[in-house]
């Protein structure tokens, strides 16, 4: 009996065992059983990274925390994936898409990140619009007149370019701190994120993510700076269909 | 909460007057915090000029020294708290390797070690903020006749359970204004790994704003030896910054922390 | 990771003595301790056996559904090891946090059937069936069930 393209897989909660992240007291250090250090981040440490970053670098802070979880992302993607490979005992990019995704809901879960979730934006396929719930930065932060998700928005800019192979950026749309229900990002591919992003700073009041899908959408057969982007679609994994459904 | 509650906006980050430390000291306990420790209807709300051991239950639950009581997970939400009822964010080494690199790209080295040493200054003045009322509810006493060595050891704990390594402080010194501590598997040091300099900033910060609070005076801390120069443990000097900067001098022109001490002491 | 009943007695109780609750719970879980230890040992031994068996039977009796590849069947079998453990602990949340949020997100996510799953695990306990004595059934139900529900409950498409 031939195997569809991304057959479908049950392996459970990958972290949701009772020793995945075990301490030894003696000596002040957690691992996971992969032999993974572990640090848990106090709201302290956090805030006083957000109010030393402020001090020294002012305004351009937003753009230095965003960095830094990009680049965290693409390294700590890069170590699920070869976690996940070796658990699924498959290349963890050719699971079925929906598969990935509740996996990386997983892990945000388990380390204490929010509830993630995401889908394709319906009109403009190149898009994804994904939203945590219970973010813990907005959390920390209290009222702020802009997002305030940054390390999250670095982060899945990165797991998102790592999974389609391309060059990927994230704009958070709405926020907790902005009055929000939990944040909400845009994420696709990064000329046009730039572009959209300008164009969501320029606006007053800040549109809301529907207005920028809805921007995304009017402007996406519009060339941008003379490339017209190709939709690699057949070549990702996420694009299969879904699996045969009982009739 | 708010982000940043200096009394003065306009003095540098980590360098506070007396006064905001002097207030750290004043902080009024949140209830709300102990609320996960609290068991109902033993606790009688009068705080006692000194600890007063008690048989039989106790007001507030002390021994919370594991993994399974000190983290709460709620899968559902995926949220983790402590038991002080705040939000803690996992990561991986990955984090500490990414953050200094990037801070290294943006702004330069000095400038990451500026930020990640001002960064451990804030951490640990929000930590003490937090930490004093906390200890005057939980133990029901005033801090004034609390050993610094218990208040030291309870503060310090949270840390080791998260995964930040085990410490040693050296209070000999303590009437020269000297105070030594050694760090060991520092987080950040481990992650980074033998880069040939010292690295554990973040630590460095918190050192010193944590005895700068006790000693209600500015200190500062410098690390004298890291793990990352390829010694065994990281060892820091809290000191007033005349020493501390002489100390980082005297470190970067090569000098063992041996040495270091040795001359320190004859300042 | 959530802990379970029997931890949280533990770590409350720290201070004073257990009371008639909690020691009641306790005494009954510990008389039941053997035959729960049973159920572990037999299907640790089953289970390179059912993983072929249920992979064979699965696709005599539904060749038309691709969905049973011989890896599924492995991971469906696999899976008894959470449930021993849920059911080792007495602890069915121990069950759901490890395997049924997940397997439910999952089926939502790919939009597969849960009712073929279900078929799945219907099979899976009849080859069990004829393997596990009437005692070790009687400890094994209420996690059974438990994974019976979820999957016959009805989803709701794509939210969890």
Known sequence: MPESASPFRLKGNYFAEPYHFRTDVTTGVCRTPTGVRICTLPPDFLLGLRDALIYECGKSYRTVLKAAGRRWGSQWIKRLDREWTAYYQQPFRELPAGLIRVCLADAFAAHGYGKLDYTRAEESPEFWSAEIGDSLFPALVGESDRPVDLLMSGLLAAIFSYLHGLTMDCLQTECPSMGAERSRFLIGPAPRIAELEAWWEANTPLPSHEQVLQQAAATSHAPTNGQTHTHQEHHLPHSQPPLEVVS | MKSSEAADFTEPLDKPNEQTLQIIWQEKGEPRTLTFLRRNGIADGTIRKQIVPRPGVQPYLHNYYHDRVYFRHDPERGILLNPYGQRLMRVSEDFLVAILGSLEDEVGQNGAREIMYKCGYQWGLHDMRRFLPRMRAEFEAELERMRVDFLMEEWWWPLTIQGWGTWRYDFRQRDKGLLYIELYESAVAKSIGDIGAVVCYFYAGLFASVFSTLAKRALGCVEMQCYATGEEFCRFVVSDYDRVNAAAFWRNEGATARDIMKKLAQM | ?160
Not at chain 3, 8 to 30: C, G, P
Not at chain 3, 33 to 59: C, D, F, G, N
């Open chain 3, 1 to 160: 990771m959530i802990n379970t009943w029997l931890t949280e007695i533990i770590h409350t109780a720290n201070e004073r003595l257990f009371n008639d609750e909690e020691l009641a719970r306790m005494l009954s879980y510990y008389s039941s301790v053997p035959t729960r230890l049973k159920l572990v040992e037999e299907l640790e031994r089953q289970e390179p056996s059912l993983t072929r068996a249920l992979h064979k039977e699965l696709q005599r009796r539904y060749p038309q559904r691709t969905l049973y590849t011989r890896r599924l069947a492995q991971d469906l079998v696999e899976s008894l090891r959470y449930v021993a453990r849920a059911v080792l602990a007495d602890d069915l949340r121990l069950l759901r946090y490890r395997w049924i949020d997940h397997m439910r997100a999952a089926l939502a996510a790919c939009d597969v059937d849960p009712q073929w799953i279900a078929d799945a695990y219907a099979v899976l306990r009849e080859l069990l069936q004829r393997q596990l004595t009437r005692s070790v059934w009687e400890v094994l139900d209420p996690a059974w069930s438990e994974l019976d529900d979820s999957l016959t409950r009805g989803l709701v498409a794509a939210t969890r």
